[in-house]
């Protein structure tokens, strides 16, 4: 059973940066896709990003368009987020997830595996 445990989230003000981490464990790393969702109290989750392992090729959600960036290390089995000029609107958990069925944003159906979450909170 793969496992996804999340990393690197915290309270940062508004126009700085974080990067998030996605360690998996437990088996090798076999899906093709890769994704971060977030989810706001009283909000649906959302998509953030998404990547095609095979092509590198990633999609992303428009508020975060231009100020995040997904990426895969092969060798350490993690996935990252880089998080730069945060906004307010950005505070949320944020899950990293992977599948092979369809690397998209637009919705989490397709995600067989989760991580636990970790909170960005942005300050104004």
């Known amino acids: 059973q793969l496992q996804l445990v999340e990393s690197g989230g915290g309270s940062v003000q508004a126009g700085g940066s974080l990067r998030l981490a996605c360690v998996a464990s437990?088996?090798?790393?076999?899906?093709?896709?890769v994704a971060w969702f977030r989810q706001a109290p009283g909000k649906e989750r959302e998509g953030v990003a998404a990547?095609?392992?095979?092509?590198?090729?990633?999609v992303y959600g428009d508020s975060v368009r231009g100020r995040f960036t997904l990426s895969f290390d092969n060798a350490k089995n993690t996935v990252y987020l880089q998080m730069n000029n945060l906004k307010p609107e950005d505070t949320a958990t944020y899950y990293c997830?992977?599948?092979?069925?369809?690397?998209?944003?637009?919705?989490?159906?397709?995600?067989?595996?989760w991580g636990q979450g970790t909170q960005v909170t942005v300050s104004s």
């Open positions: 990547q095609y392992r095979p092509l590198r090729s990633t």
């Open positions: 437990g088996k090798s790393f076999s899906p093709d896709c």
């Open positions: 997830a992977a599948g092979s069925a369809s690397c998209t944003v637009v919705t989490d159906t397709y995600y067989t595996f």
